[in-house]
């Protein structure tokens, strides 16, 4: 049974801006409000929209805001995408707030957030993930 978010692009961190394939219409290109020389773009895609922001001309940060119409979507939405940017390693929860859930890939070289309060889901380079916070 297929959904929405079977469907999700999926991108490659830190691969150079010149070949991040855009993944729908873009709706909107604008700084990132803490990190400096870091751009934003937000495209509109099947499902919702997702957040590409761009430092230092590569892909740091993706966030997909697509939620799912199910728990089950959500999860396997989530599979999917964490099992992408894990690139072959596994993820480690750091926290919990009750908003959501923050990762740590096992080689400490990305990161993740989920809010399942918001059913939005962001994979990071931790070098990026340092600086925006």
């Not at 979507?73 to 919990?96: C, K, P």
Request: hydrophobic share 35%; glycine share 8%.
């Amino acid at each position: 049974m297929d959904c929405l978010t079977d469907d999700l692009p999926l991108l490659e961190l830190l691969c150079a801006a010149d070949e991040v394939r855009a993944p729908g219409e873009l709706e909107s290109s604008c700084p990132h409000k803490n990190a400096p020389d870091a751009v934003t773009d937000t495209y509109v895609v099947d499902g919702g929209q997702l957040l590409l922001t761009l430092w230092y001309g590569q892909l740091h940060e993706v966030i997909y805001r697509t939620p799912a119409e199910s728990v089950e979507e959500a999860t396997r939405r989530n599979d999917r995408l964490f099992a992408h940017y894990g690139q072959g390693d596994d993820w480690t929860e750091i926290l919990d707030n009750g908003f959501g859930k923050t990762y740590r890939r096992t080689d400490q070289r990305r990161y993740a957030l989920w809010s399942y309060a918001m059913d939005i889901t962001t994979f990071g380079t931790m070098g990026f993930h340092q600086v925006k916070w």
